[in-house]
């Protein structure tokens, strides 16, 4: 089964963001992430909205979990916490 991370985030520094994009595109890469959405128009229908909306596909659940927790992605993330609000759930696809 796949694996998916949805994530939602408030960014507050652009610029910033984008350094943990790019820190965090080799482990994607690495663990064959597929972005599905990622930052396009939205609304939130229930619940509070956020500005920017991403989903990944990964080729299992485990692939998805192993990319969060790898040194690369962890190393990636520190770049993204100081400069935006949100959450990720990683779910088991169908």
Known sequence: MKGYWIGRYDVRDADTYKLYAEA??????????????????????EGQGRGRNVVLEFPSYQAALDCWNSPVYQAARKHRLPVSDGEIVIVEGL
Do not use: D
């Open 24 to 45: 965090a595109k080799p482990a994607f890469e690495e663990f064959g992430a597929v972005p599905l959405a990622r930052a396009g128009r939205s609304q939130a229908m």
